[in-house]
């Protein structure tokens, strides 16, 4: 009798028990997919000239051929330039903007320091600005807003106006007077009418509820020598608006990234650093975070927001 009951148990527990193998096949395999991607340059810096240190000018051709070739292949939206397309010669635009041109990846471009590295005549031509007194503005694109910013703004290289080229010489007396390590001639800096018009930018953002990357040559965040000249101006920006995911740059070939607030800094690196490694990055844009997959020097990240 015992072991009859014994059985029955078991039988009992045999057939009600849920079948693992089927309950893990009905599973479905859930892949995570970003809501879009696009590519990031920063620094090609070509010119026809010899290498000077770690710097290898020509190079930069062919690095940024592959670096298109892969961007493509990853099928990215679009293509932000940080600046610095060059390193002089005005020359130098024409192969670095033949092969933008004919990549197929819309492509977004802001100015360096060095696209201003040219004869003053022409200042006015830099190929890929419509208009050089105007070198910031914005884009949308799925609930995102993109936000170029013109840090030679303020500077002593980008135009004769003699007013803009006081204010730079002006602020880099004020850093070295106090101890900041940026007051290099070779930074820029953001004017207060274009200051107004990305406080406009931002507010109208949070109308539309749209989440902003910030995207300029310069850094703010950290502390570098390479920081826009008036960072201690931008940085109350960033604390005021929750909006902001990250501010994106170029002009420290080293890279370097920092979180102000909760924003996330990202210096890319130099494509024009190394004899053969290249250095570019894929960004892909999800709800709650976004992934950077670095080429070549260029470091991968994962930054929740």
Not at 68 to 88: A, C, E, Q
Not at 221 to 239: A, V
Not at 244 to 272: P, R, S
Request: glycine residues 6%; negative net charge; aromatic residues 12%.
């Amino acid at each position: 009798m015992r072991l009859f009951i014994t059985s029955l148990f078991a039988i009992i527990i045999v057939f009600f028990m849920p079948d693992r193998k089927n309950t893990q096949s009905t599973q479905p395999n859930i892949i995570e997919k970003p809501i879009f991607s696009f590519g990031i340059i920063a620094d090609i810096q070509y010119a026809d000239i010899d290498p000077a240190g770690s710097r290898f000018y020509r190079n930069s051709i062919e690095k940024l051929r592959n670096a298109v070739s892969t961007l493509r292949s990853d099928s990215v939206d679009f293509l932000i330039n940080l600046g610095d397309m060059i390193d002089n010669d005005y020359a130098s635009f024409k192969p670095v903007m033949e092969i933008i041109n004919s990549s197929g990846i819309k492509t977004y471009n802001i100015a360096g320091n060095h696209d201003f590295s040219i004869d003053s005549q022409y200042k006015q031509r830099i190929p890929f600005l419509s208009d050089p007194e105007d070198g910031f503005y914005s884009f949308s694109y799925q609930k995102f807003r993109f936000i170029l910013l013109d840090g030679n703004d303020i500077s002593t290289y980008k135009s004769e106006n003699k007013k803009s080229i006081k204010q730079a010489e002006d602020l880099i007396v004020q850093a070295k007077n106090s101890g900041d390590i940026n007051g290099m001639d070779w930074n820029g800096g953001i004017g207060s009418n274009q200051i107004s018009w990305l406080n406009l930018q931002l507010e109208e953002a949070i109308l539309k509820n749209e989440k902003v990357f910030l995207i300029c040559h310069f850094p703010v965040f950290p502390e570098s020598t390479h920081n826009l000249l008036n960072y201690k101006e931008i940085l109350p920006i960033l604390t005021k608006y929750k909006n902001i995911i990250a501010w994106l740059n170029g002009h420290n070939h080293e890279g370097n990234y920092g979180k102000f607030n909760t924003v996330h800094c990202v210096t890319f690196k130099g494509m024009v650093d190394t004899e053969e490694t290249n250095s570019y990055a894929l960004v892909e844009v999800y709800d709650n975070k976004l992934i950077i997959s670095g080429y070549g020097r260029e470091n991968s990240r994962i930054l929740t927001y």
